[in-house]
T-cell receptor, first 116, second 114 residues
Framework: EAQVTQNPRYLITVTGKKLTVTCSQN?????MSWYRQDPGLGLRQIYY???????DKGDVPEGYKVSRKEKRNFPLILESPSPNQTSLYFC???????????????FGDGTRLSIL | AQSVAQPEDQVNVAEGNPLTVKCTYS??????LFWYVQYPNRGLQFLLK??????LVKGSYGFEAEFNKSQTSFHLKKPSALVSDSALYFC????????????FGQGTTLQVKP
């Protein structure tokens, strides 16, 4: 089954404790992206990757890091989480090269992070 | 700057009645438009897209959307609503820049009552 898998689904942690949210897709997609969803703001892009070893900042990258060492994986790293990063996070992937593709993005089921 | 607006936070319809969820967009060129649905505790599921061609686009679960260039709208429709259609709906447009990102509206909650 074609899917985007995120782990963990839920996490409660404390300020400053480094955490990683993993994202894996099995569709051989070139493009991957992270979004955060906040009430009243819709979804906003954090980081994106056009392909292996090619990553760049989205609209709200502060406090986050990513890596793309393999095509299927795109982890989101919070080196020193803060309460304003409490949110619902989604990983997405699509075929083609991002803005040059008219293919829909496939989303994971989300990771709800609470930073105390 | 490109943007998407969903003017209604919530839409209420009775089961069996037609439904419309509104979306307007602002882009500098020809838009790539998408509708997604989000059920509780789940990710966004793709419903349909408009790239070019026929202004009436058919998608999953009996949904369709009408692209209107003069009104810059892309309203989601369904002839007969089901209770199971109750969910959060997002309209999105693909960014023309190099990010490949989707620019989302704020979302509309659809409530279908029996």
């Amino acid at each position: 089954e074609a899917q985007v898998t995120q782990n963990p689904r839920y996490l409660i942690t404390v300020t400053g404790k480094k955490l990683t949210v993993t994202c894996s897709q099995n569709m051989n997609h070139e493009y991957m992206s992270w979004y955060r969803q906040d009430p009243g703001l819709g979804l906003r892009q954090i980081y994106y990757s056009m392909n292996v070893e090619v990553t760049d900042k989205g609209d709200v990258p502060e406090g986050y890091k990513v890596s793309r060492k393999e095509k299927r994986n795109f982890p989101l790293i919070l080196e020193s989480p803060s309460p304003n990063q409490t949110s619902l996070y989604f990983c997405a992937s699509s075929s083609g090269q991002g803005s040059y593709s008219n293919q829909p993005q496939h989303f994971g089921d989300g990771t709800r992070l609470s930073i105390l | 700057a490109q943007s998407v607006a969903q003017p209604e936070d919530q839409v209420n319809v009775a089961e069996g009645n037609p439904l419309t969820v509104k979306c307007t967009y602002s882009v500098s060129g020809n838009p790539y438009l998408f509708w997604y649905v989000q059920y509780p505790n789940r990710g966004l599921q793709f419903l349909l897209k408009y790239i070019t061609g026929d202004n009436l686009v058919k998608g999953s679960y009996g949904f369709e959307a009408e692209f209107n260039k003069s009104q810059t709208s892309f309203h989601l429709k369904k002839p007969s609503a089901l209770v199971s259609d109750s969910a959060l709906y997002f309209c999105a447009v693909r960014d023309y820049g190099n990010t490949g990102k989707l620019i989302f509206g704020q979302g509309t909650t659809l409530q279908v009552k029996p």
